[in-house]
């Protein structure tokens, strides 16, 4: 084997193994069960030269294959573990892949991965004032270091700091998530703490290439990381939320109970105005040609991937995805944005995950955002209305797609119709609120938004008449985040008020219409459209009964 990477089911093991197949080396990976070969099948990466082998680092390690490179990417990353737990895998397990990797005959490199805090240690591992995780990682960086120098074996030590990517929700991913659900009022730690981070992508091409470079240690982190304060800014603004504006020293911190400040006691070491030493890291990346990304930009795709899986709840159903500028708001957009053959809005209390299994059935590209104020967009300007959004978002798409609406989208949607009928093909109207008998009064009760807005995944699904599910469960979520169900209970105001003007729209389109409505919701007020009646379903037939709604919107288009 040209390589063997432990901990190859890791978040830093998976991509660096991804990164050595790209490369075209003959890699082994060392798992205790194999979630690594999907995960690499559904990112197209070719596995020929891969060989998946068991082990347990915890235990002395034998009958694995020789290899030229050993990487041990392993290691128990977790808040509150026990110390035992820890150091069974940041200790032990280290030295017994290091042990391991003394008897190859051909070994060029051992690369061990560290941490970035292990140079602002005095050398001692504290596991009371550090934590079992900091501390064993520190004990482990100690060990290795002092039982390699004993052997006189060819050791690299990679000390990354916080890694950044799709699939990390540990350690800053926990600060993004409270600033997103509304729980950060103010920020642990002074203006000047330095919390550096890193590019998954980075920082697996740096450790594939670090067996040519000469041995020793490397701390990898971007030294151009914002200040805390500022890059908890960035991503607040890049997301529409509003960032805090005061900091809490950690002295402070740690003397409040938990239960009041919300912070794991073991992440406050982390938070220091400390540099490090990355000059020789540095150094090595400009000799193998490697570039770090602009780091504003890698934490704004960092926070749309943590966002798009809802910090490691589910996994994305549409790429790409992400915050964009429209109108005014910083509006979420699955899909494609300028070439769709589909642009699919959704109806309430829904976001646009509700389109995700119509979506998986229809041919081409769709574009699917959340509407402004709603799902995971934040407001439109007083100035804008939900009109000049849909001009906003529509102006970048560069086809005639079918403009498909559901429940009271279906108002923005026919009045861009009417507006513009000279840019889609076709219009789908999905159990149009405005044909349909009106539903539950919530919108003259006082009690509507907090009632919403404490509405757990199934009692949504219950109210609404669905199955349980993630498009519910990533509608409750949004509804429990500040001003959403407010602004819910507002729009369906505002589509009440509208539903005689959309009855007169419908009868100005221009384009071919289809009118697809749930036999358990039907049409109350005649339209004088083409109507087909799904058996069965109820008002969001797209969810219920998706393959039903994929075969009308599939079908001829009504003359």
């Known amino acids: 084997m040209d390589a063997i990477v432990f901990g190859a089911t890791g978040f830093i093991g998976r991509s660096l193994v991804a990164e050595l197949l790209n490369d075209n080396q003959h890699v082994a990976a060392a798992v205790r069960d194999d979630t690594l070969t999907p995960w690499l099948t559904r990112r197209g990466i070719d596995t020929g030269r891969l060989t998946v082998v068991h082990a347990d680092i915890t ?14 990417a392993a290691a128990r990353f977790a808040f509150g573990l026990g ?64 039982r390699a120098g004993e052997l006189g074996l060819p050791l690299s030590i990679a000390n990354p700091s916080t890694v950044i990517g799709p699939g990390q929700y540990i350690g800053l991913a926990t600060f993004v998530e409270d ?28 450790l594939a290439r670090l067996p040519t470079a ?11 990381t914002p200040l805390l304060p500022e890059l908890i800014s960035t991503i607040a603004e890049h997301t529409g939320v509003r960032a805090p504006r005061r900091t809490v020293p950690v002295g402070l911190v740690r003397r409040l109970p938990r239960a009041l400040t919300g912070a794991d006691p073991e992440t406050l070491s982390f938070l220091s105005a400390d540099r490090y030493p990355t000059d020789s890291a540095h150094a090595f990346a400009a000799s193998a040609g490697l570039e770090m990304p602009p780091v504003a ?8 991937d943590l966002v798009a899986a809802r910090f490691g709840a589910w996994e994305p159903w549409l790429q790409p995805y992400g915050f964009h500028p429209v109108a005014g708001s910083r509006t979420w957009v699955n899909g494609e944005r300028h070439d769709p053959a589909h642009v699919l809005l959704h109806g309430l209390p829904m976001n646009a995950d509700l389109w995700a299994p119509l979506a998986a059935r229809l041919p081409g590209k769709v574009l699917a955002p959340d509407l402004p104020g709603l799902g995971r967009s934040s407001p439109i300007p007083a100035n804008e209305t939900p009109v000049t959004w849909l001009d906003d978002l529509m102006g970048p798409v560069r086809t005639r797609p079918v403009l498909v609406a559901h429940s009271l989208a279906c108002g923005p949607a026919l009045r861009f119709a009417v507006r513009h009928p000279e840019r ?9 609120a405005f044909a349909q008998a009106p539903g539950p009064r919530l919108t003259r009760s006082a009690a509507a938004v907090p009632m919403l807005r404490r509405m757990s995944a199934a009692r949504l699904a219950g109210t609404l008449g669905l199955p349980e ?17 407010g602004r819910v209970i507002a729009a369906l105001r505002t589509a009440v008020a509208e539903r ?27 339209v004088g459209r083409p109507v087909t009646e799904i058996a069965g379903a109820g008002h969001y037939p797209q969810l219920t009964h998706p393959a039903e709604v994929a075969r009308r919107l599939l079908a001829p288009s009504p003359a």
């Open 59 to 72: 235990r002395p390690l034998a009958g694995l294959p020789d290899a030229r490179d050993v990487y041990n």
């Open 214 to 224: 000469e041995a020793g240690q490397y701390w990898v982190l971007d030294d151009a």
């Open 469 to 485: 599910g993630p498009a519910v469960a990533s509608a409750a979520a949004d509804l429990r985040r500040p001003g959403v169900a």
């Open 83 to 146: 110390v035992d737990e820890a150091r069974a895998t940041n200790v032990t397990g280290a030295l017994n892949v290091l042990e391991w990797a003394a008897t190859l005959p051909g070994l060029r490199r051992l690369v061990h991965v560290s941490g970035y805090r292990v140079s602002a240690s005095d050398g001692r591992p504290d596991y009371r004032r550090l934590g079992a995780y900091e501390a064993s990682k520190l004990e482990g960086d100690l060990a290795v270091r002092a």
């Open 179 to 206: 600033l997103w659900k509304g729980r950060l009022p103010a920020l642990p730690g002074g203006p000047d703490v330095f919390l550096p981070v890193v590019t998954i992508d980075y920082f697996a091409r740096f």
């Open 424 to 432: 889609i093909s076709g219009l789908v109207l999905v159990s149009p």
């Open 297 to 304: 930009d890698a934490l704004r795709r960092w926070a749309d």
């Open 500 to 526: 005689e003007e959309s009855r007169r729209l419908l009868a100005r389109v221009t384009v071919p219409v289809e009118i697809v409505v749930g036999s358990d919701d039907p049409l109350v007020s005649a």
